[in-house]
């Protein structure tokens, strides 16, 4: 196994620990998820889902799927810093999110509620952990992982490349 598919089996495999440890915060420290939580959650689970077909593939399918996994942590950035701003700014919420019925609709979020139903306020202020909020460390690592999945294409781009024109 080649350095990239290591490293992305690792992001992979630190997804799903994320995962469980929202599980964790979820059912033993009764934090329920907001509706930011859930789309942050589909973000980790989209990069883990698409670095593990990453690892299985080559070729065009390989790039194609680091791609996709490099755009899950961008837009997981994203949510976990709009989810900042809103901790930021509780006034300007609204309270209940007009996302939550749509969000819950969702097939998933019937097939495992546990994991991918909301329940909670996003403006909810939970107590920080090692000093930040849970959207901030969550946007740290998806910042984390959009840099290293972009080191791995661009590392993957110039290693298809040969001196004389693209390798065979």
């Not at 915060?25 to 990453?54: N, S």
């Not at 090692?130 to 998806?142: D, E, R, T």
Request: hydrophobic content about 55%; aromatic content about 10%; charged content about 10%.
């Amino acid at each position: 196994m080649n350095l990239s598919k290591k490293i992305l089996l690792s992001v992979a495999i630190t997804c799903v620990g994320l995962l469980a440890a929202a599980m964790y915060l979820q059912i033993v420290e009764r934090m329920l998820p907001c509706p930011l939580c859930v789309f942050q959650r589909y973000a980790f689970a989209l990069i883990a889902i698409f670095c593990l077909i990453a690892v299985a593939t080559d070729g065009i399918l390989h790039r194609l799927t680091t791609g996709m996994a490099l755009l899950s942590g961008l837009i997981g950035a994203g949510v976990a810093g709009k989810h900042v701003w809103i901790l930021e700014h509780p006034a300007l919420s609204c309270g209940i999110d007009p996302l939550e019925t749509g969000l819950n609709s969702i097939f998933l979020a019937q097939w495992w509620p546990a994991m991918f139903k909301a329940d909670g306020l996003c403006e909810t202020p939970y107590p920080p952990t090692l000093g930040l909020s849970l959207p901030a460390w969550a946007g740290i690592f998806f910042i984390l992982f959009s840099l290293t999945l972009l080191i791995v294409l661009i590392r993957n781009q110039k290693t298809q490349r040969g001196m004389f024109g693209p390798s065979r």
